[in-house]
Each structure stands twice: as structure tokens, then as C-alpha cells.
């Protein structure tokens, strides 16, 4: 029954800023590490950033400086935050994370979002 809910999505003008968030449904796991990913119309699912369990993130080129990922300080939600976004980033994205149950660390279960649109405007 646990799966990852994501939300923050919607209608912004070019150049402005929207936070997306994945949160876990269940408060017993937390997410230890995951990525965001995005897909336009037509157009291949691709890589934009991700988190490691020690906190190192990785961006695509497109992205790297105007979006940050980062994870909650209870570490059951991850946001992405886009700045100064264009028309180019609309696209409907998804975060993958990899989470654990509190009381068994060392076991892991990777999932993903049902997605959330984001269309910019000009």
C-alpha cells in the first residue's frame, strides 16, 4: 500500500518558480536516496536531477543551476525546486526514490510517482 504522492505541479509564467514535492504515504519509511525525471508529449522520458544517501546531488545540464533537489529534514518527502523556469521545462515530471522502513534500515524498496504536470507559459 505504500507508494509516493506527488503534488506542486501546475500554470506558471516563464521565469517564475514552482516547488514539487514526493511524499511517502506511509510515515514509517523514509527516503533515502531518488530522482526526478520529466516527459513531454512525444518525447522520451529524461533524467533532470538526483539525491544520494549522503546528500550529493546531480543535475542534467538543462536544469543545473535554476532547479535543486533536496529531501525534508524527517527525510519523508523530496522536493524539487525550479527556478527561472522556460517553456522548454513543461512537461509532466516523476520522482523515483528509494525508501526504508525506520526499523529495517538495510532494506530498501524503489518507487515511483504518478507524476505531476507542469506547463509554463510565455
Known amino acids: 500500500q505504500v507508494h509516493l504522492v506527488e503534488s506542486g505541479g501546475g500554470l506558471v509564467q516563464a521565469g517564475g518558480s514552482l516547488r514539487l514535492s514526493c511524499a511517502v504515504s506511509?510515515?514509517?519509511?523514509?527516503?533515502?536516496?531518488g530522482d526526478w525525471y520529466r516527459q513531454a508529449p512525444g518525447k522520451q522520458r529524461e533524467f533532470v536531477a538526483s539525491i544520494t544517501r549522503g546528500g550529493n546531488t546531480n543535475y542534467a545540464d538543462s536544469v543545473k543551476d535554476r532547479f535543486t533537489i533536496s529531501r525534508g529534514n524527517a527525510k519523508n518527502t523530496m522536493f524539487l525546486q525550479m527556478n527561472s523556469l522556460k517553456t522548454e521545462d513543461t512537461a509532466v515530471y516523476y520522482c523515483?526514490?528509494?525508501?526504508?522502513?525506520?526499523?529495517?534500515?538495510?532494506?530498501?524498496?524503489?518507487?515511483w510517482g504518478q507524476g505531476t504536470q507542469v506547463t509554463v507559459s510565455s
Open positions: 523515483n526514490a528509494s525508501i526504508s522502513d525506520v526499523y529495517t534500515p538495510a532494506g530498501s524498496l524503489e518507487l
Open positions: 506511509a510515515n514509517i519509511f523514509r527516503i533515502n536516496a
